[in-house]
């Protein structure tokens, strides 16, 4: 009788052991499971203000460029009035030089416009990309706190 006993308990302990083992199997798992969702997600929220950064770097390229084609298109216009007026000065009548040299005026003040346009633009898409960089580093911080806690 104590030998059946000896061997149900054997087998009882035995039952435990693989239990344990089972569960601390399971446990790994879930852990490497948790660490894979979170990364994913992770991974995911920084990509994604990841290509918000780009997308503003690529807009404030964009409105430089515009500027400077714009200012380039109103330096053109600008020298052949200049051009027409030097070469045409003695053919024009007094109030038709006049009207041009009010162009060449019109023209300076849209560039200065334009400048001031451009300024506002740029500074306000650099505002949008201080905010969004900031964001980015506390997500990717808080992110690695977490996971510094999981490990």
Same mark, same amino acid.
């Given at each position: 009788? +104590? ?7 054997? /087998? ?20 490497? =499971?948790? &660490? ?10 920084? /990509?994604?203000?990841?290509e918000v950064i ?7 390229? &964009? ?5 400077? &084609? ?6 053109? #216009? /600008? ?6 007026? +030097? =070469?045409?000065?003695?053919? #024009?009548?007094? &109030? =038709?030089?006049?009207? #041009? ?40 911080? /808080? ?9």
């Open positions: 009788m +104590t030998m059946q006993y000896s061997n149900l308990l054997k /087998g009882f302990i035995q039952d435990l052991d693989d239990c344990y083992v089972l569960m601390k199997r399971k446990q790994k798992d879930s852990n490497l =499971e948790v &660490e894979y969702v979170f990364k994913n997600l992770h991974d995911k929220k920084l /990509g994604s203000i990841r780009q997308d503003i770097e690529k807009l404030i390229q &964009e409105r430089e460029a515009l500027r400077d &084609e714009i200012f380039h298109d109103f330096d053109k #216009l /600008g020298l052949k009035i200049n051009n027409f007026l +030097t =070469e045409k000065e003695d053919d #024009l009548q007094a &109030e =038709e030089i006049i009207e #041009l040299k009010r162009k060449i005026v019109d023209i300076e003040e849209a560039k200065s416009q334009e400048k001031l346009n451009a300024w506002r633009d740029i500074s306000a898409l650099k505002k949008e990309l201080r905010e969004q960089l900031r964001e980015f580093r506390e997500k990717r911080d /808080g992110f690695n706190a977490l996971e510094n806690m999981i490990e």
